[in-house]
């Protein structure tokens, strides 16, 4: 026994159902080698990578009809690898990352029950500069601005990884941090559309969630707008 339950569920995206292997609920907990604790992952937070949720999916189900041709892309914080999956069933050249020691199990076991091939996988720390992960075209992330101080972390990695033209799409469930993630990329010369999504069927107007586009090009199409 690995010392955590699983469960599987079927969820539809893009008109497709994904078959997707996850902890049974958010009390699972499991660090016998102390990797987690090694990485910084407390008991706490172990189990937030190994759930499905409305963030991971309303990304996903952008990334079902999103223009990917000839970009490479990376997910970061892919967790079970939603959107990952997707992409990689669309033949899109996907790069997911996590820091958690058991998600590129999970995003193994998922590609292989969805008859995927594997999805190229790195560890990778948002604090800590990675030489060798390269340039990508299309940066994506769910929920990943869920603590303050990731709003700097995160643009700072962009800087690390986006290329001029690159474009940078974020679901975020209205945590509050994406107005300073937002600021932080105006400075670097990005434009901003944001559009506000129902997370899930609860939700009701205005929504809090929100789908975040980040684009240099949308810089002067504002201007000429205003």
Request: glycine share 8%; net charge neutral; charged share 20%.
């Amino acid at each position: 026994m690995p010392g955590y339950t699983t469960r599987q569920l079927t969820v539809r995206l893009g008109g497709h159902d994904y078959h997707i292997r996850a902890l049974s609920d958010q009390h699972q907990f499991a660090d016998p080698h102390r990797l987690a604790a090694r990485s910084g992952i407390s008991s706490a937070l172990w189990s937030l990578f190994g759930q499905v949720w409305p963030s991971g999916r309303v990304l996903a189900e952008a990334m079902s009809a999103y223009e990917i041709g000839g970009k490479r892309i990376l997910e970061l914080g892919c967790g079970l690898g939603l959107s990952s999956l997707v992409l990689q069933r669309r033949g899109a050249d996907v790069t997911a990352t996590d820091h958690h020691p058991l998600a590129e199990l999970f995003l193994r076991r998922n590609a292989v029950q969805n008859a995927l091939p594997p999805i190229a996988y790195r560890d990778l720390r948002w604090d800590i500069p990675n030489t060798e992960l390269g340039l990508f075209d299309l940066i994506i992330g769910s929920d990943v601005l869920y603590e303050s101080s990731h709003a700097d972390t995160l643009a700072r990695l962009m800087l690390r990884h986006a290329k001029p033209d690159t474009e940078i799409l974020i679901t975020d469930p209205g945590r509050g941090n994406s107005a300073s993630f937002t600021r932080a990329l105006v400075n670097q010369g990005y434009g901003v559309i944001e559009k506000r999504s129902r997370f899930n069927e609860s939700d009701v107007e205005p929504f809090r969630g929100r789908l975040l586009s980040y684009r240099r090009d949308l810089v002067s199409a504002q201007a000429q707008a205003h």
